[in-house]
């Protein structure tokens, strides 16, 4: 059973998340030869604040 998490800076759409879930659980399938109902994908979206990258804050990017 597959599951895979994905962390995202907030702001992504609802039509962004489904399709990308979508072309996740299609490659799972055909690469690890299981079933779409066997594919588990969370998403935690979190402020940019919780995220840096470089040691800089993508809050205290421009």
């Given at each position: 059973?597959?599951?895979?998490?994905?962390?995202?800076?907030?702001?992504?759409?609802?039509?962004?998340?489904?399709?990308?879930?979508k072309?996740?659980?299609?490659?799972?399938?055909?690469?690890?030869?299981?079933?779409?109902?066997?594919?588990?994908?969370?998403?935690?979206?979190?402020?940019?604040?919780?995220?840096?990258?470089?040691?800089?804050l993508?809050?205290d990017?421009?």
């Open positions: 059973m597959p599951i895979v998490t994905i962390d995202l800076v907030e702001g992504r759409t609802i039509e962004q998340k489904r399709e990308l879930a072309r996740i659980t299609d490659a799972i399938v055909e690469l690890l030869k299981t079933t779409p109902d066997q594919v588990t994908i969370i998403y935690r979206d979190g402020p940019r604040s919780n995220f840096a990258k470089a040691g800089v993508l809050s990017r421009k």
